[in-house]
């Protein structure tokens, strides 16, 4: 059963289109994460599916039902909004309780689905306060028994725990992840930060520019990203890259050269790209080796850190580069250092940007 | 028929939008709209036919601008359009400058500043008339308190309200005593926000603390200013209750203003005249205080 | 500003604010303890003997117990108009804030508008006349209440502006409905700027006295400014009673300022530097 469809789904305000037909399927029970740059539309394409904002083309389908013009109330779906959104007048209590009471829900069985909720989050002591008596954490958590109590066929989280201090983000992200065991509801969250999207994902979508740039599950996503901007944007550090020119191609192989690199063959898938060419080679800052080989560069910065040691280099075309190296090395800004690293680790991205992975 | 096949098979493959309704409904605006626009826009709308008319609410005759020319013609008209423009220039003038003296002297460290500020204000919220009658008792030439009071000083008091050079000053000192407490909350409010960095880095470059009105004070509750100049000059144009409580615009024509003319004219059945004295008025605060709320913004926007 | 020269300006300042503000006030007061004789002196003075509750008695009697029906009036006018105008300009100040339309701008125009233009007199008496509603009370609430609207809208649309828009659009998830989502989770919240609408208005309009005098004729419906209007003429060499008139109407605005003096002021300033 599909959990969630969308179909060429569009979004336009007037002239500007901030989604340019995003199609997804996502199965029933699947936490699915939304990341992306501020302004990739990842928070409109949620409240596209939330029914807060219109659908201007496309189709979107919850639990096989087609929603397009169905009010909020009656898509099955519940939302945790970045700032909780909590209703400042009613306790803990009547917060949780709202939606129940609006459908006119029987006052014992509001009661027992309100203190059911409570207990799954444990904030039972919780119920008579008011928001303003509670920390942010505990408010997160009453957001989130506002939604388990509509009991939704698919739970939004609209970056639900950037408003939290870094300590009790990670407790709150390992407490929705145990909630989704839990409950086994399909969850769509969307958020700026990686981490959690690594952590939490069953399946993560990168947007940009209104466009789904890849799916996948995240180590696919690190290992085998799509494309220049999937690649950038997932893994911290950053991943580096250099323009390199294609000195030959032999079936999965791609010899390249430039500036900043000696020759090296690389696995890559080579259709259409021939010798002369210029493509983009990228290689992972965790994935450069301390040893003299293919790349000189000359240290700009040094961050010892004991386990590990972070450098800021420069190569010879000007481009910087981050080199994490394992363990500790005592090197001094001004001075070079010779890298290499294994190609069957590095990414060859072709002229239009898109990755060149080996069949 | 055929738009409905067409969307029946439209709706496979490319949806048509659909709006959903929005939760910010238009007919919230409904009841307000419909008090707002019978009594107040549509007589509005209306008065700019009436004024062109002889009218005695139960047929009207048009007459083109006869109205107008004769409150251009007739002196005591004229004089009811000049004293409207002096008292509004006078009151909000003197607003301004004693509503930010006392606001400058109620933000000082003052000894008992909560019961000076209550004492200022509460003359706001006291009834017009009942004001303008109580001045009236206190402003007589021989009887009144405050002529008793100069006399005391050795000083002659003036004829208040009986002098026609004098009456419609007198109303107008009684205006600002009663609204410069209004004034003074609003300077209050602005001088409250100006944060005290300034005055703290004026301290370290050695500032007297008349340099610091003139140099910080001033120039950064202009917002404050702008709002008292505009809201009392509009005040002083529409001026009526006062006006009519204390001198029923006399003596003779002295104290008259457009809208003492425009009630003055409804009484003696002038219709379409005193209609015409509404779009006067309305005229004269559109001539007015557009301009003024204009220049005064865009200097705001040069600094 | 030293402890010397603080304490002497302070001093200065109560004496003239003394001066100027309260003597007009102890005057009225002196004289609402005075019999006839002796208030047509309008001096100010100690009164010869407490003839106040006589005072009292008279004015609220003469005229077959008018003032009295006056207060009546007067409290329906204001209690019911100060009604109308919270719901309903917060109701506009609402979709007004949240749900921008090329619509409004006009609005907006016409709110400053009715902040500025006159009432144009004659033709609303002409329309309240062919409505059936000149001289009702009725009709009054309801001109009191076009009249009031806009300062309404203004305070309220400031505030709401302040309350964020996802508390909406939980509820609209949470299934509530347009009418819920406002006077179940909006209207609460406007409680502090309700009240310094209600105060404010209660105010404006229990002290109006140029709108009953045009739109409220005769004294069935007579309301306090216009029945102290009409005693002035009655009273005139009757000044003890004519001062007990104004301190009695002057009693409710002061119980609202000795209760309510900070959302007066809040109103006022944040509805006039809005504006």
């Known amino acids: 059963m599909a959990g969630l469809e969308l179909k060429a789904l569009h979004k336009s305000y007037g002239e500007v289109e901030v989604i340019k037909g995003v199609d997804l399927s996502v199965t029933h029970g699947e936490f699915v994460v939304f990341v992306g740059p501020s302004g990739c539309g990842k928070s409109t394409l949620l409240r596209m599916i939330a029914g807060l904002e219109d659908i201007t083309g496309g189709e979107l389908w919850i639990a096989d039902k087609l929603c397009n013009a ?113 409950l086994g509801a399909t969850m769509v969250y969307v958020t700026h930060d990686q981490v959690e999207a690594m952590t939490l994902a069953d399946k993560i979508v990168v947007l940009n520019g209104g466009v789904v740039q890849q799916v996948g599950a995240p180590i696919e996503l690190y290992q085998r990203p799509a494309n220049l901007f999937v690649a950038g944007f997932i893994g911290s550090p950053k991943m580096n890259f250099i323009g390199v020119t294609v000195e030959s191609v032999v079936a999965d192989t791609i010899t390249v050269a430039g500036k900043d690199l000696a020759t090296m063959a690389i696995p890559a898938d080579g259709t259409g790209i021939k010798p002369g060419d210029t493509v983009t080679l990228g290689i992972r800052p965790h994935d450069l080796l301390n040893r003299a080989g293919t ?48 190609p069957a680790r590095a990414i060859i991205f072709g002229s239009d940007g898109v990755a060149r992975h080996p069949r | 028929m055929a738009v409905m096949t067409e969307t029946g098979t439209a709706s496979a493959v490319p949806l048509p939008a659909m709006k959903r309704r929005s939760p910010y409904p238009g007919w919230f605006f409904l009841p307000a709209a419909i008090i707002y626009g019978v009594l107040f ?263 | 500003m030293s402890f010397v020269r603080r304490y002497w300006l302070g001093a200065v300042a109560i004496l003239a604010s003394g001066v100027v503000f309260l003597v007009p006030f102890a005057f009225i007061i002196l004289t609402t303890f005075k019999d006839q004789k002796q208030s047509a002196l ?48 917060a109701m506009v100040g609402f979709v007004l804030q949240r749900r921008k339309t090329r619509f409004n701008g006009l609005i907006e125009f016409l709110i400053l508008a009715g902040l500025m233009i006159p009432p144009a007199v004659v033709p609303t008496i002409w329309l309240l006349q062919g409505i059936g509603l000149f001289g009702k009370l009725h009709g009054m609430i309801l001109i009191e209440v076009a009249y009031g609207l806009p300062f309404s809208i203004i305070l309220y649309r400031a505030f709401i502006a302040t309350i964020p828009r996802e508390l909406d659009e939980a509820a609209i998830i949470d299934g509530a409905r347009p009418f819920d989502v406002f006077f179940r989770v909006i209207l609460p919240l406007l409680w502090p700027v309700t009240v310094t609408n209600i105060v404010v208005q209660s105010v404006a309009v229990f002290n109006d006295f140029t709108n009953p005098l045009y739109y409220l004729p005769g004294n069935a419906n007579a309301t306090v400014q216009l029945t102290l209007y009409n005693f002035q003429s009655q009273f005139q ?39």
């Open chain 1, 70 to 182: 169905v009010e909020p109330r009656d898509r099955g779906i519940a939302m945790v909004f970045q700032n909780y959104a909590l209703y400042p007048h009613m306790t803990v209590y009547d917060n949780v309780g709202f939606g129940l009471k609006l459908a006119k829900t029987p006052r014992d069985v509001r009661d027992q689905k309100i203190r059911e909720a409570a207990k799954i989050l444990q904030m039972e002591h919780l119920l008579e306060r008011k928001p303003s008596q509670l920390s942010g954490g505990q408010r997160q958590r009453v957001a989130i028994g506002r939604a388990i109590v509509r009991q939704p066929e698919v739970f939004l989280f609209d970056e639900p725990l950037s408003n939290l201090d870094a300590a009790l983000r990670v407790d709150m992200r390992m407490e929705l992840a145990k909630l989704h065991q839990d």
């Open chain 1, 295 to 342: 790349i000189v560069g000359e240290v700009m910065l040094v961050e010892r850190l004991g386990n590990e040691t972070n450098i800021s280099l420069k190569l010879p075309s000007g481009t910087s580069w981050l080199v994490v190296l394992d363990g500790d090395h005592d090197l001094k800004p001004g001075g070079s250092v010779d890298l290499t690293f294994d």
């Open chain 2, 41 to 303: 826009l549509l007589p509005t709308v209306a008065s700019l036919y009436f004024s062109l008319t002889r009218w005695n609410l139960f047929s009207s005759t048009f007459i083109g601008f006869d109205n107008f020319a004769q409150f251009l013609r007739e002196p005591f008209l004229i004089k009811g359009l000049v004293n409207t423009v002096i008292y509004a220039v006078v009151t909000s003038g003197l607003k301004v400058v004693l509503g930010l003296l006392l606001a400058v002297l109620l933000t000082s460290q003052i000894a008992a500043r909560g019961y000076l500020r209550s004492v200022v204000f509460f003359p706001v919220l006291v009834s017009t008339v009942g004001v303008g009658i109580t001045f009236t008792v206190l402003m007589h030439p021989t009887q009144g308190m405050i002529n008793e009071g100069l006399a005391l000083l050795g000083i002659k008091g003036p004829g208040w309200l009986v002098d026609p050079n004098l009456a419609l000053f007198s109303v107008a000192l009684v205006d600002v005593w009663k609204g410069v407490g209004l004034a003074t909350v609003i300077y209050i409010a602005g001088i409250v926000a100006i944060p005290k960095d300034y005055y703290e880095a004026a301290r370290i470059d050695g500032a007297t603390s008349f340099q610091n009105f003139l140099y910080i004070t001033l120039p950064l509750c202009r917002p404050a200013t702008v709002t008292v100049i505009i809201l009392s000059f509009i005040g002083g144009l529409r001026t009526f209750d006062l006006i009519w409580a204390m001198t029923r615009g006399g003596p003779g024509f002295a104290s008259d203003t457009v809208a003492s003319v425009i009630y003055k004219q409804y009484q003696a059945g002038f219709y379409g005249l005193s209609t015409a004295g509404n779009v006067v008025l309305f005229i004269l605060i559109a001539v007015l205080v557009v301009p003024l709320t204009m220049l005064l913004n865009r200097r705001e926007g040069h600094e």
């Open chain 3, 42 to 89: 309008r001096d100010f003075s100690w009164p010869d003997g407490n003839h106040l509750w006589s005072n009292i008695l008279e004015v609220v009697t003469t005229r077959n117990w008018m003032l009295l029906t006056a207060f009546i009036n007067s409290t329906i006018l204001t209690v019911a108009s100060v009604t109308l105008l919270v719901i309903f300009a």
């Open chain 3, 237 to 275: 060499t009757s000044y003890n009673l004519l001062f007990t008139n104004i301190a009695l109407i002057t009693i409710p605005p002061l119980l609202v300022f000795l209760f309510f003096n900070r959302q007066i002021v809040a109103g006022m300033t944040a509805g006039a530097v809005k504006g």
